[in-house]
C-alpha cells in the first residue's frame, strides 16, 4: 500500500517537474516566448490550489475511490490535450484542468493513512510515502528529458496520462475504499466555507502560514524559471539541467531529512527563525554578485544549491508550525494550507514570467524578495516561544 498511495501522491508533483527541461523547445515549437510557457505552471497551480479546497470536503461524504477516479480521469483527458495544444494559450487553458485532475493524489493519498492508520504506525507510514514522494524532483526532470529525446515535449504529457491511467488501474485492482458508508460525514458548502474562514482568521495559523507561503514562493519561482536561465542565458543542455535540477533535489531532501536533528538542538521555532535568515542572506549575497556583473554558472549553481537546501528546512517545518494549534480541524486546515501554497505558487510563477527577459538577475531578484519578506516576519512577528 505505502508504494501505491506514493503513486497516487506524485501525479500532481510529476506534473510541475517533467516538463521543465522542455520550456525553451516548447516555446519554439509553439511560436512563443519562454515566459509565456511559464505562465502554463501558473495556471497548473492555480488548479492545484482550487482542487486542494474542494477534494477533500467531497471524499469525506462520497468515499476516497470515487474522487480519485473523477480526479485521475481530469488528469488523464488534460494531459492528452497538453499533448495536443497548437499555441501556448491553448496550453495555458488546459494545464489548469489538468492541475484541478492532479490535485486529487496529494489531497486524497494523506486522507487515505489518516483513514487506515493511527498514532506510531500513522507517523511510520506517512514517513514511508514522503520518502518515495521526495524521488520525484530528482527523476521527473531526468524522466521527461529523455521523453523529450524520444519524441518531442508531447511525449512528456502522454506519458503522464498513460502514468496517471495505470494508477488509477491500480487503485481499482490494490486500494481498497478506506472511507466506509457509516464514516461519511455530510458535505454542506456554507459549513466547509466557515470553517475555511474561521482558520484563515486564526492569528495561530495565519502567521506561519503566510510567512511559509512567501518563503516556499521562491521555490516556485526557482521551478519556473531556473530551466530558461540555466538553458538559455548559461547554455546547458536540458540533460545537464535535468542533472543540475536532480542534485538541488537531492540537497533538498538530505535538509529534510536533517531537519528533526536541528529541532532537538535549537527548538522548533528558533531553528525555523535562523533558517529563514540564513535563507535570506544566501540570496543577499547571490544577488550582490549578480548585480555587480560576477554573472559565473558556478556562483550560480552553489548559492541556489544552498537556498534549496535551506528550503528543505523551511517547507516541514513551517507546515509544523502552522497546524500544531490546530487539533480536530487540522485536516481541513492542511487543505488551507496546501491552497494557500499553490495560490502563491500562481502568483509567483506569473511574476517570474513577466520577468523572464531579465533571465538570471530577474530570477534571483524575485526570490530575494520572497526570502526578505519570510525573514522579516519570523523576526517581526513570531512569538519569542511557542
Same mark, same amino acid.
Given at each position: 500500500?505505502?508504494?501505491?498511495?506514493?503513486?497516487?501522491?506524485?501525479?500532481?508533483?510529476?506534473?510541475?517537474?517533467?516538463?521543465?527541461?522542455?520550456?525553451?523547445?516548447?516555446?519554439?515549437?509553439?511560436?512563443?516566448?519562454?515566459?509565456?510557457?511559464?505562465?502554463?505552471?501558473?495556471?497548473?497551480? =492555480?488548479?492545484?490550489? %482550487?482542487? #486542494?479546497?474542494?477534494?477533500?470536503?467531497?471524499?469525506?461524504?462520497?468515499? /476516497? &475511490?470515487?474522487? !480519485? +477516479?473523477?480526479?485521475?480521469?481530469?488528469?488523464?483527458?488534460?494531459?492528452?490535450?497538453?499533448?495536443?495544444?497548437?499555441?501556448?494559450?491553448?496550453?495555458?487553458?488546459?494545464?489548469?484542468?489538468?492541475?484541478?485532475?492532479?490535485?486529487?493524489?496529494?489531497?486524497?493519498?494523506?486522507?487515505?493513512?489518516?483513514?487506515?492508520?493511527?498514532?506510531?504506525?500513522?507517523?511510520?507510514?506517512?514517513?514511508?510515502?514522503?520518502?518515495?514522494?521526495?524521488?520525484?524532483?530528482?527523476?521527473?526532470?531526468?524522466?521527461?528529458?529523455?521523453?523529450?529525446?524520444?519524441?518531442?515535449?508531447?511525449?512528456?504529457?502522454?506519458?503522464?496520462?498513460?502514468?496517471?491511467?495505470?494508477?488509477?488501474?491500480?487503485?481499482?485492482?490494490?486500494?481498497?475504499?478506506?472511507?466506509?458508508?457509516?464514516?461519511? =460525514?455530510?458535505?454542506? %458548502?456554507? #459549513?466547509?466555507?466557515?470553517?475555511?474562514?474561521?482558520?484563515?482568521?486564526? /492569528? &495561530?495559523?495565519? !502567521? +506561519?502560514?503566510?510567512?511559509?507561503?512567501?518563503?516556499?514562493?521562491?521555490?516556485?519561482?526557482?521551478?519556473?524559471?531556473?530551466?530558461?536561465?540555466?538553458?538559455?542565458?548559461?547554455?546547458?543542455?536540458?540533460?545537464?539541467?535535468?542533472?543540475?535540477?536532480?542534485?538541488?533535489?537531492?540537497?533538498?531532501?538530505?535538509?529534510?531529512?536533517?531537519?528533526?536533528?536541528?529541532?532537538?538542538?535549537?527548538?522548533?521555532?528558533?531553528?525555523?527563525?535562523?533558517?529563514?535568515?540564513?535563507?535570506?542572506?544566501?540570496?543577499?549575497?547571490?544577488?550582490?554578485?549578480?548585480?555587480?556583473?560576477?554573472?559565473?554558472?558556478?556562483?550560480?549553481?552553489?548559492?541556489?544549491?544552498?537556498?534549496?537546501?535551506?528550503?528543505g528546512f523551511i517547507m516541514p517545518t513551517g507546515s509544523q508550525l502552522a497546524l500544531m494549534h490546530q487539533g480536530r480541524n487540522a485536516g481541513t486546515a492542511s487543505a488551507l494550507l496546501g491552497s494557500m501554497q499553490f495560490g502563491f505558487g500562481a502568483i509567483i510563477t506569473t511574476i517570474t514570467g513577466l520577468f523572464a527577459a531579465y533571465a538570471g538577475l530577474g530570477l534571483i531578484s524575485i526570490i530575494f524578495v520572497c526570502a526578505?519578506?519570510?525573514?522579516?516576519?519570523?523576526?517581526?512577528?513570531?512569538?519569542?516561544?511557542?
Amino acid at each position: 500500500m505505502p508504494l501505491l498511495i506514493a503513486l497516487l501522491a506524485t501525479i500532481g508533483p510529476l506534473g510541475i517537474d517533467m516538463y521543465l527541461p522542455s520550456i525553451p523547445a516548447m516555446a519554439a515549437s509553439l511560436g512563443s516566448n519562454e515566459g509565456a510557457v511559464q505562465l502554463s505552471l501558473m495556471t497548473f497551480f =492555480a488548479g492545484l490550489m %482550487l482542487g #486542494q479546497l474542494i477534494y477533500g470536503p467531497l471524499s469525506d461524504k462520497f468515499g /476516497r &475511490k470515487p474522487l !480519485i +477516479y473523477l480526479g485521475l480521469s481530469i488528469f488523464v483527458l488534460g494531459s492528452i490535450a497538453c499533448s495536443m495544444a497548437e499555441n501556448v494559450l491553448q496550453l495555458q487553458w488546459i494545464r489548469f484542468i489538468q492541475g484541478l485532475g492532479g490535485s486529487i493524489g496529494m489531497v486524497i493519498a494523506f486522507a487515505i493513512i489518516k483513514d487506515q492508520f493511527h498514532g506510531p504506525e500513522m507517523g511510520k507510514m506517512m514517513s514511508m510515502v514522503l520518502a518515495i514522494l521526495g524521488l520525484s524532483p530528482v527523476a521527473a526532470p531526468l524522466i521527461g528529458d529523455a521523453l523529450q529525446h524520444l519524441g518531442s515535449w508531447r511525449t512528456i504529457f502522454l506519458f503522464l496520462a498513460i502514468y496517471a491511467a495505470a494508477v488509477m488501474a491500480l487503485v481499482a485492482v490494490f486500494l481498497p475504499e478506506t472511507r466506509g458508508e457509516e464514516q461519511r =460525514a455530510e458535505f454542506k %458548502l456554507n #459549513q466547509t466555507f466557515h470553517h475555511y474562514v474561521n482558520i484563515a482568521t486564526d /492569528r &495561530k495559523f495565519i !502567521i +506561519y502560514a503566510l510567512t511559509l507561503c512567501i518563503a516556499q514562493a521562491g521555490f516556485f519561482a526557482y521551478i519556473a524559471g531556473s530551466a530558461s536561465v540555466f538553458i538559455s542565458e548559461y547554455q546547458l543542455s536540458s540533460t545537464q539541467f535535468s542533472l543540475l535540477f536532480a542534485v538541488n533535489a537531492f540537497g533538498l531532501i538530505a535538509a529534510a531529512i536533517l531537519n528533526p536533528k536541528l529541532h532537538e538542538k535549537f527548538g522548533v521555532l528558533n531553528a525555523y527563525k535562523v533558517v529563514n535568515i540564513a535563507y535570506f542572506i544566501v540570496i543577499t549575497l547571490l544577488l550582490l554578485y549578480l548585480y555587480f556583473g560576477i554573472n559565473h554558472l558556478a556562483i550560480m549553481c552553489i548559492g541556489l544549491f544552498i537556498a534549496v537546501a535551506l528550503l528543505g528546512f523551511i517547507m516541514p517545518t513551517g507546515s509544523q508550525l502552522a497546524l500544531m494549534h490546530q487539533g480536530r480541524n487540522a485536516g481541513t486546515a492542511s487543505a488551507l494550507l496546501g491552497s494557500m501554497q499553490f495560490g502563491f505558487g500562481a502568483i509567483i510563477t506569473t511574476i517570474t514570467g513577466l520577468f523572464a527577459a531579465y533571465a538570471g538577475l530577474g530570477l534571483i531578484s524575485i526570490i530575494f524578495v520572497c526570502a526578505a519578506l519570510s525573514a522579516a516576519m519570523c523576526l517581526i512577528l513570531f512569538p519569542k516561544k511557542l
